[in-house]
């Protein structure tokens, strides 16, 4: 089974500018996450799709940030304009969980570096 | 709000021992906790889940506690090895919602 799968794995950047960062989630998988870790913290959630919804971006700092997710597949992550606070790794998870089992486990591609100058 | 407390500083054993991480929360008592690891460069991978009504959870050399009462979770790698060193974190899944808050995480080296 592939996994998630993300890219750029790197990304350097002046602030100021925009980027966006794209990732394809495990087949099948309904839910898809994009988490913002800053070195030394541990994943804090940035939006939550289910399909191709919105569940949850109450962390998303939304005028900077946008998310979209087409067809219930792929998102994109886009941050216009960069910070430098945003230097981080940007860390996209997909699930199985349809909506009822709180159990949720979560599988995480492996990031984004993003370095912001 | 939840706030979760991993050891910040890194924890070294020796090869063979048995490794044990803490997760603290201050607040409401979750109904689900779950460990993952992360390896430098790469995304947490899921390891155990725990419910609130169990005690204990193992899987293989490791083994997860649930403390409701001290509110913790304890993490245990049994005769550990070089391969165990990573960051370790905990993630506790928030009431009323399908969200899950996750810790700072514990940087484990095992030491050959």
């Known amino acids: 089974e592939a996994g998630v799968a993300q890219s750029p794995r790197y990304k350097i950047i002046e602030k100021r500018q925009s980027v966006a960062f794209w990732c394809n989630p495990i087949s099948g998988h309904a839910t898809l996450y994009w988490y913002q870790q800053i070195l030394g913290q541990g994943p804090k959630l940035l939006i939550q799709f289910q399909n191709n919804g919105v569940v949850d971006d109450s962390q998303l700092p939304k005028d900077r940030f946008s998310a979209e997710r087409l067809k219930g597949v792929d998102s994109t992550l886009k941050i216009q304009p960069a910070k430098l606070e945003d230097s981080a790794v940007y860390l996209c998870a997909s699930s199985p969980w349809a909506g009822i089992e709180r159990e949720n486990i979560q599988y995480f591609g492996a990031g984004t570096r993003l370095s912001v100058l | 709000s939840q706030k979760i407390e991993q050891n910040s500083e890194a924890l070294n054993i020796q090869e063979g021992k048995t490794a044990t991480l803490t997760c603290n929360y201050t607040n409401y008592s979750p109904a689900y906790l779950q460990w993952y690891r992360q390896d430098p460069g790469r995304g947490p991978v899921f390891l155990l889940l725990i419910r609130e009504n169990e005690k204990e959870k193992r ?27 990573a960051t370790y974190l905990c993630a506790l899944d928030i009431p009323g919602t399908y969200k899950y808050i996750f810790g700072t995480g514990t940087r484990l080296k095992v030491l050959a």
Request: proline share 4%; glycine share 0%; aromatic share 8%.
């Open chain 2, 59 to 85: 899987k293989e050399r490791l083994k997860v506690t649930f403390d409701t009462t001290l509110k913790q979770s304890l993490f245990h790698i049994t005769a550990s090895q070089p391969a165990d060193s």
